[in-house]
């Protein structure tokens, strides 16, 4: 109703923006979540116009989604937000025979994210991480002592420690599902829990050291631990890497690491998912079959430094990842991750709201 | 009789020329876009300005207005669409209860179980922006910010318009140039390197220990402070310009007048120009305050935590509680906070107007 009376008022005006051309492929993707290149290859090889817009949270992607008619082929949803999209009717099922490379896929980690998605029906996985700490060794060597080992939420959650670091710049994600759960798994209760009683503990704690948080952000956090702006930053563990990399290339004595914490951390999966009224889907399934190739998904994660989910590219991935517990964790690690749960409209409310209570304070 | 339809602004306007070629020049353009490799946007607002005339033309000789009306037509039609359409729609999604589907609300109306349809509104959502005192804490803090920051920008500005309005010809267009030149880098650009100056590593910090005046960088990002550099910054073009515009039309001959019968130049200063610029000195305040309310970009990049505006407060229930039913009232209620003031300014002006 509404969209039809915006769309007669808008005249002529929507016409050629609707208009696609022939073998055009529009992704909405990540910051700086994938290769140029990758797109470049796809590009020349399908004969497919390809454009790229990018985001920094879910909830931007999710509002796009709700809103509808996005234009979008493919986006790239993390899996407990999929699966409340998947619910409102946001995405078509896949068509697996235009998919053939899917037999290259991991089938535990698949597994994990049909928990979200039955039988892997609407989405792949794309990349998937751990939602851990990333720190700069020197700085937090310089006021914890050479022996402290980040290994724990407490650098963060205890206002002891936190105290201690927080003159050098600490950062949190600005994402409640992201943080709750991590305060929740700090504290020993169960980090998917919905019940307000243990949201409201998540709450006081994540208030108790909000006096020595520098800043609330989700991709700010990169650059400034690149250099040296910020010491301690709860984030996504490829992001995490990326900020130690652009570190290591400015050479300017900054030196990053992530680590996940004994406590727990949540695990994520970022998935490929086509909208329901994709303008390209043959195009899209092209795409999404594509990035299921080994060699090209093991070269966007040497660049990404996220792990991806496909089996047969492992040998292809630099060892330097592979071989890094904190990016391809260890099974001993694997048992202490926990997924994400998608709570319902009550509990987003609570949520929300206690969120911008330990933000702003009120 | 005849001498009635002669009256000026009564006679029938001729079909300007541009109006019949409007939607020749949409084809055209249309055609363009493919053939000439123009670029959809520019398409796009042309088009859309052009048919916007046409259509307020067209409509307007329909109904059979007076081509006086149909003029007003056309910016009313804007309004209408831009302002009032959106409006309602917004007040409509306020009225509505939050739910997993696209769009992610209630529907207005719903088929009852006898056939007959029922209308699902409630006022709840404005109830509930009442009950939680983090909404009125948020409008406060806006309101706070934004009324500080106009002030720290007329106290910038009003020298600066006084100065440039007071200037011999040549010099006064330059510096009229620069105070229009940041327009033309992105607003977003110019915040971004405001983080530049302000942060840790940055350049003030830099500058003050290699002075010798600081030993530790001074904490600038991330605090109120930042949010007042960057809000007085970004608008104060825009308290400059009215400001200007008002005390470049003062005539000299009150000024000699004033101080040919004794008065110092204090004096002239506060009992002539400032009373008579007071229309720039509101017109730049509210073309300041009205759009610091609803900041979102500035305190988002510069401010910290805690600092609490409505618009982020707007963000939070849009996105993470992905609540638009109460993102709508919190709109829709501050829309009402910024409409009235205006138009109780407006009125102040008629009055003044009228007496006058």
């Known amino acids: 109703m509404k969209r039809s009376i915006l769309a007669a008022a808008a005249l002529g005006m929507t016409v050629p923006a ?8 529009n992704l909405y993707i990540w910051s700086d979540y994938i290769t140029d290149a990758a797109i470049e290859r796809f590009a020349e090889e399908y004969d497919v116009d390809v454009t790229v817009d ?25 899996a407990d937000f999929m699966a409340r999209q998947i619910a409102a009717g946001v995405y078509q099922p896949l068509n697996y025979d235009l998919l053939p490379n899917a037999s290259n896929m991991d089938a535990d980690l698949m597994a994990e994210a049909a928990s979200f998605d039955p039988e892997n029906e609407h989405a792949v996985i794309y990349m998937w991480g751990t939602t851990g700490i990333g720190y700069n060794i020197d700085m937090i060597a310089e006021r914890l002592g050479e022996d402290y080992e980040v290994d724990s939420w407490s650098l963060v959650f205890d206002p002891e420690i936190a105290a201690q670091v927080a003159d ?56 400034d631990l690149a250099n040296g702006e910020t010491c301690v930053s709860v984030g996504w563990s490829g992001d995490v ?51 299921m190739e080994p060699d090209v998904i093991a070269e966007i994660t040497n660049y990404v430094w996220y792990a991806n989910a496909n089996e047969a590219s492992v040998p292809m991935v630099d060892e330097e990842i592979t071989s890094d517990p904190a990016i391809f964790p260890t099974d001993e690690v694997m048992d202490r991750l926990f997924t994400a749960v998608t709570y319902g409209s009550r509990v987003d409310r609570v949520i929300s709201r206690l969120w911008t209570g330990v933000r702003t304070g009120q | 009789m005849s001498g009635a339809s002669a009256t000026p602004g009564r006679g029938r306007l001729a079909l300007p020329p541009a109006m019949i070629a409007a939607p020749l020049v949409v084809i055209a353009l249309m055609l363009g876009r493919h053939w000439l490799f123009l670029p959809e946007d520019l398409v796009l607002l042309i088009g859309a300005a052009l048919l916007f005339a046409f259509g307020g033309f067209v409509l307007g000789r329909l109904v059979g207005l007076p081509d006086r009306w149909i003029v007003i037509a056309v910016p009313m039609l804007w309004l209408v669409v831009f302002f009032l359409v959106p409006f309602f729609v917004l007040g409509r999604i306020s009225l509505a209860e939050t739910m997993i589907a696209r769009p992610p609300y209630s529907p207005l109306w719903e088929r009852g179980d006898d056939g007959g349809i029922e209308i ?36 910038i ?66 605090t109120d402070f930042a949010v007042y550099i960057g809000i007085v910054y970004t608008y104060l073009p825009f308290m400059i310009l009215p400001l200007y515009a008002n005390l470049v039309k003062l005539d000299g001959a009150l000024l000699e007048a004033a101080s040919d019968l004794g008065a110092s130049p204090v004096t002239t200063f506060l009992t002539v120009t400032l009373p ?81």
């Not at chain 1, 004595?253 to 970022?270: H, Q, R, S, T």
């Not at chain 2, 509930?128 to 803090?141: I, P, Q, R």
């Not at chain 2, 880098?185 to 002075?211: E, H, K, P």
């Not at chain 2, 988002?300 to 509680?321: C, H, K, Q």
């Open chain 1, 18 to 25: 609707v208009a696609q051309a022939e073998g055009s492929l």
């Open chain 1, 54 to 78: 990018v985001y920094d949270s879910n909830e931007t992607l999710e509002a796009r989604l709700m809103a509808g008619a996005t234009g979008y082929d493919i986006v790239v949803p993390t």
């Open chain 1, 168 to 223: 050098c710049g600490i950062s949190f994600l600005d994402a409640p599902t992201e943080m709750f759960p991590a305060a929740l798994a700090y504290l020993g209760r169960d980090p998917q829990s919905r019940e307000t009683e243990d949201l409201e503990a998540a709450a006081e704690l994540l208030g108790s050291v909000r006096e020595y948080v520098r800043y609330f952000h989700s991709s700010q956090y990169i650059s």
């Open chain 1, 241 to 291: 890497f990326q900020a130690a990399d652009r570190a290591a290339e400015a050479d300017r004595g900054v030196n990053v690491w992530y680590a996940i914490p004994k406590e727990g951390a949540l695990v994520w999966f970022d998935m490929l998912a086509v909208p329901e009224d994709a303008p390209n889907v043959e195009n899209a399934h092209a795409f999404i079959n594509y990035l």
């Open chain 2, 120 to 155: 699902i509104a409630s006022l709840e959502n404005y109830r509930f922006l009442l009950s939680d005192a983090l909404y009125v804490n948020a409008y406060l803090s806006s309101l706070k910010i934004a009324a500080i920051s106009t002030l720290f920008a007329l106290l």
């Open chain 2, 157 to 222: 500005g009003y020298p600066i318009a006084y100065y440039i309005a007071r200037s011999p010809e040549p010099r006064r267009s330059i510096l009229l140039l620069l105070v229009i030149l940041p327009f033309w880098t992105s607003f977003l650009l110019r915040v971004y390197a405001w983080i530049g100056f302000l942060r840790r590593d940055g350049v003030i910090n830099n500058l003050l220990t290699w002075a010798g005046i600081i030993d530790e960088p001074l904490v600038m990002m991330q």
């Open chain 2, 276 to 356: 008579l610029s007071v229309p720039g000195i509101v017109a730049g305040s509210m073309l300041v305050f009205i759009p610091a309310i609803g900041e979102y970009v500035i305190p988002a990049l510069l401010g910290g935590p805690d600092t609490l505006m409505i618009g982020r407060t707007l963000w939070d229930e849009f996105f993470s509680a992905r609540d638009w039913p109460v993102a709508s009232a919190v709109a829709i209620v501050m829309l009402v906070l910024v409409v009235l003031p205006i138009m109780w300014l407006q009125s102040v002006q008629n009055r003044q107007e009228a007496q006058e």
